[in-house]
């Protein structure tokens, strides 16, 4: 499966921002999805991920209560919605797919390139 995140760009403390992932090439509903980060000079941190069904998602605890993902497999897209943004979540941003379906971080088997969120203060 190939995969395009999108919607990044710069946006003020306390704004909203959404990312999206297009999957093409398999049945989306095969994958859980996943998304991703990578702040400068740090290693990448598990934000959240979706089920199969869309009916399970897990969140760290770092943006738990303020990050919302979601799945519309008629568009075959993930979205990640990030509200009350603050400056450590500047990172650049990935969507994942894993053909497993089990919960939370774990392994992802396909990679889409990063789209980076900058949270000015």
């Known amino acids: 499966v190939q995969l395009q995140a999108s919607g990044g760009g710069l946006v003020q403390a306390g704004n909203s921002l959404r990312l999206s992932c297009a999957a093409s090439g398999r049945t989306f509903s095969d994958y859980r999805m996943g998304w991703f980060r990578r702040a400068p000079g740090k290693g990448r941190e598990f934000v959240g991920s979706?089920?199969?069904?869309?009916?399970?998602?897990y969140y760290s605890d770092s943006v738990k209560g303020r990050f919302t993902i979601s799945r519309d497999s008629a568009k075959n897209t993930v979205y990640l919605q990030m509200n009350s943004l603050k400056p450590e979540d500047t990172a650049v941003y990935y969507c994942?797919?894993?053909?497993?379906?089990?919960?939370?971080?774990?392994?992802?088997?396909?990679w889409g390139q990063g789209t980076q969120v900058t949270v000015s203060s």
């Open positions: 994942a797919a894993d053909r497993s379906d089990r919960a939370g971080a774990g392994s992802f088997d396909f």
């Open positions: 979706i089920s199969r069904s869309g009916g399970a998602t």
